[in-house]
């Protein structure tokens, strides 16, 4: 085999079409030693690190932010309690105030209860204390029973105690007389009242059935015997 190398001017080249190349460029002499620090001086320089003085600052700021936060978050559940807080006290208040009140119309009515019986106690000393000092009040009583019947009834009889018999005779003389009214002692009628019957009716006057009406009005059934 023969290692003799061709001869010739075109021994080692031959016609290379320009599509069977593709990408290319011609090589300068420098290329490989240029290009690393190209390729240096196009990738990113990593940021420096921060001082002692930016740290501190970071380190404030974050702090001052988590202040803010939690102050921001503290007045919300501070105003949630307050709420919470303001519409437990209106309700204890309305409770508070409704036991109040009806403590006080029982109260009321314990007093009002009171004062009817005190006034019904000293009516009836009062009462009592004028019959035994002034008799003679009965034949007023009597003249006003006789009135009271109507006009048109017969056989009007009045009944009275034996002791006020006199004193009705005397001071309703003329008011019997003016009705032809017949004047009768009776035993069960009590010192002071008056029994009046006719044909229509009958007026009742004693002290009892007067006491009645009178406790009535002040609203109470204390009756005349009775010392409650």
């Known amino acids: 085999m023969s290692t003799t190398p061709p001869k010739g001017p075109n021994a080692y080249s031959r016609f290379i079409p320009r599509e069977e190349l593709g990408s290319f460029a011609a090589w300068k002499p420098g290329a490989f030693s240029d290009a690393a620090p190209q390729a240096e001086a196009q990738a990113p320089a990593a940021p420096p690190e921060p ?3 930016e740290w501190r600052q970071k380190i404030a700021a974050a702090r001052q932010e988590g202040y803010k936060d939690g ?5 919300v559940a501070l105003e949630g ?29 314990r007093i009002a209860e009171a004062v009817a019986r005190t006034a019904v106690q000293l009516a009836r000393q009062v009462l009592r204390s004028e019959i035994a000092s002034n008799p003679a009040i009965v034949s007023q009583v009597a003249s006003e029973a006789v009135g009271a019947v109507l006009l048109s009834a017969r056989h009007i009889t009045v009944h009275v105690n034996p002791h006020d ?11 019997l007389k003016a009705r032809g009214a017949r004047l009768v002692a009776d035993a069960a009628i009590e010192r002071g009242g008056v029994l009046v019957e006719s044909d229509l009716g009958s007026i009742d006057a004693r002290v009892a059935s007067r006491w009645t009406q009178a406790a ?13």
């Open 81 to 109: 309690f307050k709420q919470s807080f303001a519409q437990q006290a209106t309700a204890q208040v309305g409770t508070l105030v409704k036991s109040f009140d009806t403590q006080f119309q029982d109260l009321d009515q």
């Open 51 to 53: 001082t002692v003085e």
């Open 165 to 175: 018999l006199p004193l009705v005779a005397e001071g309703a003389e003329e008011a």
């Open 216 to 228: 009535n009005a002040l609203g109470t059934d204390t009756e005349w015997g009775s010392e409650a």
């Open 71 to 75: 102050y921001r978050d503290g007045l």
